[in-house]
């Protein structure tokens, strides 16, 4: 299996509704990431754990809350969104780098979230 | 932090060679460079990754110069699949697991 699974594909959520974006993947990965991407914009990242723990958060809104149960699972609960959160959720994994070699990326197709 | 500059777009059509530069002033010794390419609605894909010098797989060349301060995604014979944005990644030192994207070059192949 070399494939990163995102569910939902789609979203629609309130702005005071709770829900969960879900990340699986079984290439034995142990560096997991949340990207959000805006239309025509890169992807920006968001959250990294590596060995489920999560070591970067970039300044992202505590209304974000990452969780990562174990190696092959990523979870992103959203809580009172607004809607310019709406946009394109990319999970990503990749081999925990190591010694001088920055190793490829694989990413999901994402969450097209729209918060209402 | 090393900061990548690509073309905003490019233009091409079938069966034509399309090269893509990437500027990297402040590329790290310990830096690789990465090219990953994007679809609209999914995730970008890895296409290639190199050190230095040349490197080639199935879909792509990559050339890096002696100084590493450039490189350039060479895609063979493209088609009209290929129409889709590229961006090209240089690992950040001190976060080895933090994969920063630029804004990415949009090719458009034409028929």
């Known amino acids: 299996d070399t494939e990163v699974t995102q569910t939902p594909k789609h979203l629609v959520m309130g702005m005071t509704n709770k829900k969960s974006l879900k990340c699986e993947q079984h290439?034995?990965?142990?560096?997991m990431y949340w990207y959000k991407q805006k239309a025509k914009k890169p992807p920006e990242l968001m959250f990294v754990y590596s060995y489920e723990k999560l070591s970067i958060n970039e300044s992202v809104p505590s209304r974000f809350s990452p969780e990562c149960p174990n190696s092959s699972l990523l979870n992103l609960h959203l809580h009172a969104l607004q809607p310019e959160d709406s946009a394109l959720y990319l999970c990503?994994?990749?081999?925990?780098?190591?010694?001088?070699?920055?190793?490829?990326?694989?990413f999901g197709s994402g969450t097209r979230l729209t918060v209402v | 932090l090393a900061k990548t500059t690509q073309p905003i777009s490019m233009d091409s059509y079938e069966g034509q060679e399309v090269n893509i530069t990437c500027s990297h002033n402040n590329i790290a010794t310990n830096d690789y460079i990465t090219w990953y390419q994007q679809f609209p609605s999914q995730g970008p894909r890895f296409i290639i990754q190199?050190?230095?010098t040349k490197v080639t797989n199935e879909v792509a060349s990559l050339f890096i110069p002696a100084d590493r301060k450039s490189s350039t995604l060479s895609l063979p014979r493209v088609s009209l699949s290929d129409t889709a944005v590229y961006y090209c990644?240089?690992?950040?030192?001190?976060?080895?697991?933090?994969?920063?994207f630029g804004a990415g070059t949009r090719l458009a192949v034409h028929p």
């Open positions: 190199g050190y230095k």
């Open positions: 990503a994994s990749s081999q925990v780098a190591r010694g001088i070699a920055n190793y490829g990326y694989t």
């Open positions: 990644l240089v690992g950040f030192p001190g976060g080895y697991n933090k994969l920063i």
């Open positions: 290439m034995g990965h142990r560096a």
